[in-house]
């Protein structure tokens, strides 16, 4: 494998052999249908500036100084394209995105392949043995390794399995963060973690309203509202459109009054007013923490009519292991799970087959008492209803649990109820 650190600072002639410069950069281009990119110019450090020199003009890289086909009045500089990545300016030492470890690591050297007589960005070397050998002390370090019968890891990582940080490079890539929006959202939480704030912030700007909102979910309502600190109020608006109703108040309730309010009067009006009316409850009582997300259907219903009622209405709905069923002053009378439903004759009526006696929790309700009906009666989400028993939400297990269960052994929990 060729590495770009044994490239950097060899000299460079002109077709008369006449010494213009040395090596400072490579210039590949980043192309939707190629995984790997082409290099296609290399830059010369020259007194006074540079010279981009495209790569049809260079006779071989692999030498002791790099000749080229061209004298130097006759060269045609090279024009950067778009799409087209320095390496040494906006890669090397730059923090990457390890797509299959879901991790941030830095770029200690990269290395090239050969084939068919053009050179492609193959690997990213992130191993200390990368970093040696832009020391010059990779060989040493390999002999040592070699008399104590040890091995230096490589900790190579494939270029079509890494990720640029957005902003990082002058030039924004075309479609930047397409690997990164693939992840898990848990896993962007995690990378996200792993950045300052201006990256967070930076790399979250390029990902999709979706994308966003749930990577928001997966951390905590405080770290939420700092990497929406710099958003646009426009593009946080539809974040919270498209978050569920209870985590958009917990960030809400993190932010300024002022740009809380501004950011309600910006959502769609049925997502605020359900947004608005868990922000007037307590934020550690069962109204506080529940969600307005839920499916509740009328006894009088059958079976089949309900499944079509589960169908257009549950689409974004937070969870629906458990259909509630209410009367017509949206009193909570019961509920059955969707195994109950599956199970049940297409005509047989809910009122059939639905459970009446239903664990709830009152809307004042304290969060820990909320917890301690989810844990005795092993729930996985528990209804909200007000003294005269009508139901105004759910609160899932785990946001009944958030303050019994640390945080960090939460998020190992298997979110099987969403």
């Given at each position: ?40 110019a ?43 990545l ?10 990457i ?21 053009h ?5 990213v ?11 010059g002390?990779?060989?040493?370090a390999?002999r ?15 270029w079509?399995?890494?990720e ?47 994308t ?13 509202a ?24 917990d ?9 809380s309010?501004?950011?309600l ?13 868990l922000l ?51 009193r909570?009378?019961?509920v ?9 004759p ?6 059939e087959?639905?459970h ?6 009152k ?26 028993g ?8 785990d ?20």
């Open positions: 494998m060729l590495h770009i650190s044994n490239l950097l600072g060899k000299p460079v002639s002109d077709l008369d052999g006449e010494r213009i410069g040395t090596l400072k950069d490579l210039v590949a281009s980043i192309r939707s249908d190629v995984s790997h990119p082409p290099i296609v290399i830059v010369v450090k020259r007194p006074g500036g540079s010279l981009i020199v495209p790569m049809a003009d260079v006779v071989v890289l692999i030498a002791p100084g790099i000749p080229l086909k061209r004298r130097l009045q006759d060269i045609v500089p090279y024009v950067p394209a778009e799409n087209d320095f390496l040494v300016r906006d890669v090397l030492d730059k923090q995105i390890d797509i299959n470890g879901v991790r941030v690591v830095r770029v200690n050297d990269l290395e090239l392949v050969r084939v068919d007589g050179f492609y960005l193959a690997n070397d992130i191993g200390g043995l990368g970093l040696l050998r832009r020391l002390l990779d060989k040493v390999m040592i390794a070699h008399r104590l019968g040890k091995e230096l890891p490589p900790g190579v990582v494939s079509d399995s890494v640029l940080l957005p902003g990082g490079q002058p030039m924004r890539l075309k479609v930047p963060s397409e690997k990164i929006a693939e992840l898990y959202p848990a896993d962007i939480a995690e990378i996200i973690s792993d950045l300052s704030r201006s990256e967070s912030s930076a790399l979250l700007e390029s990902l999709d309203v979706k966003v909102a749930d990577t928001l979910e997966s951390v905590e309502p405080d770290f939420q700092s990497l929406v600190e710099t958003m646009p109020d426009e593009k946080v608006a539809d974040v919270l459109e498209e978050m569920a109703p209870d985590e958009a108040a960030l809400l309730a993190e932010l300024p009054e002022d740009r309010n501004e950011l009067n910006l959502m769609e009006d049925e997502e605020a007013e359900d947004v608005r009316k007037a409850y307590p934020e550690d009582t069962a109204g506080g923490i529940m969600t307005t997300d839920f499916v509740a259907v009328r006894p009088e219903l059958t079976a089949e009519e309900a499944i079509a009622v589960i169908r257009e209405t549950a689409h974004d709905i937070e969870t629906i292991y458990y259909v509630y069923v209410v009367d017509e002053q949206e909570l009378i019961g059955f799970s969707l195994r109950d439903l599956v199970l049940a297409p005509k047989q009526p809910v009122s087959f639905m009446r006696r239903v664990v709830s929790v809307l004042e309700d304290s969060q820990d008492e909320v917890a301690q009906a989810v844990a005795k009666y092993n729930l996985l989400a528990i209804p909200v209803v007000d003294d005269e009508r139901l105004h939400g759910i609160v899932t297990a946001d009944a649990l958030d303050k019994i269960i640390p945080t960090a052994w939460k998020k190992r929990l298997p979110r099987m109820y969403r």
